[in-house]
C-alpha cells in the first residue's frame, strides 16, 4: 500500500524577504512539481536513493514516525534555487500521509501541518512559499495565524526564469535580513508599498514590469542580490523584458523576467542561450491562461 502527495514550486512577484515581517507580497504556483510517495515499511524512516542528511531527517519526522516509513521522492523542481522546493516537499509530504491514511485535507489543513516540516528547512519563515505550494494559482499573502489570502488573477503576461546556477541558503539569507534590521526597516516599508502597487497592475505588463525591477533594487539594498543575479536582470532588461527581479530569498537561485508574449519570451530566451545561462519560459501555473 502507498500513498502520494504533490507540491507545486512557486514563483515570487513581488515582496519576499519584506513578507516575513508583515508586509503583503504576491507569489504564483509554477508547473514544476515535488511527488512524495511514502510505503509502510520496517526499519528507519529514510528516502530512498538519498544520502542521509540532518536537516531532511528532522523535516521527515516532523510528518513522520522514525521509523516504519520509506519515502520516495520525485521532483522536477530546482533545490535551493528560490523556488519553493523545501516548500513542495512539506506540502508532498503531508498529502502522501493523508492518501495513505484515507483522510481528505483541504488547503487550509495541508497548509498547517505542513508549516512545521518548512520551518525546519528555515527557521522563520513567513508561510508564503507553503500557501502557494498547497493551493497553486497566483496569491496575495499576508503572514498571520491564519495568513491572509487572496486568490488574484494575473494578466496574459509569461516570465522567463534565468537560473544563476548557484543555491542560496534561505535560512541564512532570512537571518541576514534580521540582522541589518532596524537599519533596513525603509527598505522594507518600500517593497511593501511596491505589492500594493502590482495588485493593481497584475493585468498590465507594462506597468507591472517597471515595478519589478524597482524590487530588485530594493532587495539589492537589502543585501541579498549578488553580482550574478544583478547581471541576469540585466541581461533580460537589455533583451526586451519589461521587468527583472531576482525571486526568492537570493543568494544565487534564479532571476525572473516579465515579458508580454511569446515573442518576447523567445527574445529573452534566446539572450540567455547566447550567454549559456540555463532559463525557460513559464506562466502562472492553476489560472486561466
Ligand atoms: C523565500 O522563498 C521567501 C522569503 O521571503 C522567506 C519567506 O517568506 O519565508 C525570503
Redesign the pocket.
Known sequence: MSGTGIGWG?L?LC???A??YGHP?IAFAVDLSTRVTLTRRPGPTAVAGCPSDARLTAALHEVLEPTGWGVRLDSTLPIGK?M?SSAALAVALVRARAELEGRSLDADQTYAQAMPCERVF?G??????VAVSARGGCIRFTRGTPPTLQPLTPGRWRVVVLDTGAAGD?AE??AGVAARRPGVEPVLQAIGALVERCCGHLDDARALGPLLTENHRLLGKLGVSTPELDDLVALALDAGALGAKLA???GGGVALALVDDTAGADAVLAAAERAGVPALACRPAGVPS
Open positions: 512557486k515570487i515582496g519576499e524577504h513578507v516575513v507580497a528560490g519553493g528555515h522563520n519563515p513567513s508561510g508564503l512559499d534561505t539569507l532570512v526568492g530569498a537570493g
